[in-house]
C-alpha cells in the first residue's frame, strides 16, 4: 500500500495533540490581555498619521530590494540615525523583524573561536541565529552571572582562545522578571568579551525616556542591543544598537540582511514617529505602571501571585491540558489570555501569560482576575 507523503507530518501533529501541545491560529477576540501592544500605540492616531504623510511626501510602499542594492532608502537612514541618537550608540540597523535580527547577529558576529554563553530562558530567535553561527555556545542557568562567569573561566582553562558573549533579555518575555544587566556587562568587559542584551519588552516602557533596562550601557564598545519594533512601540521590525564597526561587519557579513528585501520605507517614518511619541508622552508609561501595580494587587490578594513588577504577569498552572482549559473559561468570559506550553516554556511549567497594556482599565483587569480565580478553582476540584 502507497503510504501518503504526509503522513509522518500528520503522525506528529497527533503526537503534539496527543500533549495539548497542538497549537492552532486563533482570532483577535475578547479585552486584550495578551499582546505587546504595552503603550496602546498600535492603533494611536500619530502613527496612522506619521504612515499618511509619509504616503503623501511619495515615500513607496515597498523598498524594492535589499539595501545593498536599490532597496536602500533615505527613511530606513533617517530611522538608523535618529534611533542611534536615542539608545545613545554609535549606529544603528533596521530590521524586517527582532527575530531576523538576533538570527543575524549570533550567526555573523560571535567569530569561530568565540563562545556564545546564554540565558537558558533566551528567545527561540538566538537559538536559531547561534546554530547558523560557528562560535560555540552554552546555555547557562537564567540569571545566574557566577554561573556565566564559571562558563568562561572553564572554557579559557580548555584553551578558548577567542572572546565570550553574553547574551541575556533584559525582561524575560514568559516570567517577566529582569536581568542584572550592570553585572553582565562588568562580567563581559572583564573577560574581554561582549553583552547582548535582548530589549524586546523592556524598550519603550523602562529606563530614562522609554529608553529601556540597558539605557546607562548603551555607547559602550562592548555591548549590543536589541529593540523590537513590534512591541511597545506598536510596528514591526527591530533596530540593533551597537559599536559602528559591529554594524559596518553585519552589513557585510549578515546573510539575513544582504540577502533580504528591505523593511518597508513606510514603517521605517512609523516607528521614527513612534521614538517621538515615547519621548513626548511620558504619561503613557505612568498610566501603565499604575496598571501594573492594580493587576499585581489583584493577584496577590486573589490568587497569592507574587508579581515581578513588569507588565508581563505569568500565572504557573504547569499541566498542559489544565492551562488549555482555563484559557478557553477566560475567552469565553470575554478575556483574550493565551495559554503558554512547551517547547516556548520549559516542560511541567505551563501558564497564562498575562500581559498588561494600555489596551485595559482597571475595571477590565478586576473582572478578568476575578473570573481567573474562579476558573482555576473549579478545574482544581
Known amino acids: 500500500m502507497k503510504i501518503s ?20 491560529l486563533a482570532s483577535r477576540e475578547g479585552v486584550d490581555f495578551t499582546s505587546n501592544d504595552y503603550l496602546g500605540l498600535a492603533e494611536t492616531p500619530r502613527l496612522k498619521a506619521a504612515i499618511t504623510h509619509a504616503i503623501e511626501r ?19 537612514e533617517a530611522l538608523e540615525a535618529e534611533a542611534a541618537a536615542f539608545f545613545g550608540a554609535e549606529k544603528a540597523i533596521y530590521f524586517g523583524s527582532g527575530f531576523a535580527a538576533n538570527v543575524a547577529l549570533f550567526s555573523t558576529l560571535p567569530l569561530r573561536d568565540d563562545l556564545v554563553l546564554y540565558d537558558a530562558l533566551i528567545h527561540a530567535s538566538v537559538h536559531d541565529g547561534i ?6 555556545a552554552a546555555a547557562v542557568p537564567h540569571n545566574q552571572v557566577e554561573a556565566f562567569e564559571r562558563e568562561i573561566i572553564r572554557w579559557r582553562q580548555a584553551g578558548g582562545s577567542g572572546r565570550p558573549w553574553i547574551a541575556v533579555e533584559s525582561l524575560y518575555s514568559m516570567d517577566g522578571d529582569c536581568a542584572p544587566l550592570a553585572a553582565f556587562a562588568d562580567l563581559a568587559e572583564r573577560h574581554g568579551g561582549f ?3 535582548d530589549e524586546a519588552h523592556a524598550t519603550g516602557v523602562f529606563g530614562p525616556g522609554g529608553r529601556g533596562l540597558a539605557a546607562e550601557l548603551e555607547g559602550r564598545h562592548h555591548v549590543v542591543a536589541l529593540h523590537t519594533c513590534g512591541k511597545a512601540l ?43 511619541v515615547i519621548a513626548d508622552e511620558p504619561w503613557r508609561r505612568l498610566r501603565l ?48 489570555v493565551r495559554a503558554i506550553r512547551p517547547p516556548t ?30 476558573s482555576m478553582r473549579e478545574e482544581a476540584a
Request: aromatic share 4%; glycine share 12%.
Open 58 to 76: 511619495g515615500v513607496p510602499v515597498g523598498a524594492g530590494g535589499s539595501r545593498l542594492l536599490r532597496g536602500n532608502h533615505p527613511e530606513h
Open 195 to 197: 553583552l547582548v542584551v
Open 289 to 336: 505602571a499604575e496598571l501594573v501595580n492594580f493587576a499585581g494587587e489583584e493577584l496577590r490578594s486573589r490568587l497569592g501571585v507574587t508579581p515581578g513588577g513588569s507588565q508581563i504577569l505569568p500565572v504557573m498552572i504547569g499541566d498542559n491540558a489544565r492551562a488549555l482549559k482555563i484559557a478557553a473559561r477566560l475567552r469565553d468570559g470575554g478575556f483574550d
Open 131 to 136: 546554530a547558523a553561527g560557528k562560535a560555540g
Open 345 to 374: 516554556v520549559p516542560e511541567g511549567t505551563a501558564r497564562l501569560r498575562i500581559a498588561i497594556t494600555l489596551n485595559v482599565d482597571e475595571s477590565q483587569i478586576a473582572a478578568m482576575v476575578g473570573l481567573l480565580a474562579a
Open 234 to 276: 506598536g510596528l514591526s521590525g527591530a533596530l540593533l544598537s551597537l559599536p559602528a564597526v559591529l554594524a559596518d561587519y553585519l552589513v557585510n557579513r549578515a546573510r539575513g540582511f544582504i540577502y533580504s528585501t528591505a523593511p518597508s520605507p513606510l514603517m521605517a517614518a512609523a516607528v521614527r514617529e513612534a521614538l517621538r
Open 5 to 24: 507523503a504526509l503522513s509522518a507530518y500528520q503522525t506528529k501533529l497527533a503526537g503534539l495533540s496527543r500533549k495539548s501541545r497542538l497549537r492552532a
